[in-house]
């Protein structure tokens, strides 16, 4: 991940910081920051976790949209948690 990629991670952390959705906290953009901080391999995510959190992103990123936020970087970011996709895991991917 190069550096405009992570300063929108830590902005998209700072933009969500305290904040819930149907009184459960965000945490998928702080989830991701941990997988690319710590090099994890998104194949040993239990899939449970997985769909959780990529529900949580997609609700997230639909609201900054309604609010006119582009995010560079969605799609990337979304790929990290796609329960669905086939990936090579983190170190393969990026």
Do not use: H
């Amino acid at each position: 991940m190069d550096k405009q990629q992570y300063q929108e991670l830590e902005d998209l952390i700072e933009i969500f910081k305290g904040m819930s959705f149907d009184k459960e906290e965000v945490q998928c953009i702080s989830f991701i920051k941990d997988i690319v901080d710590r090099e994890y391999d998104t194949n040993d995510i239990l899939k449970e976790k997985k769909e959780k959190m990529y529900i949580q992103l997609i609700e997230a990123f639909e609201w900054l949209e309604s609010l006119n936020v582009r995010i560079e970087y969605k799609n990337m970011f979304l790929s990290y948690l796609d329960p669905n996709s086939n990936n090579l895991g983190f170190k393969e991917k990026l």
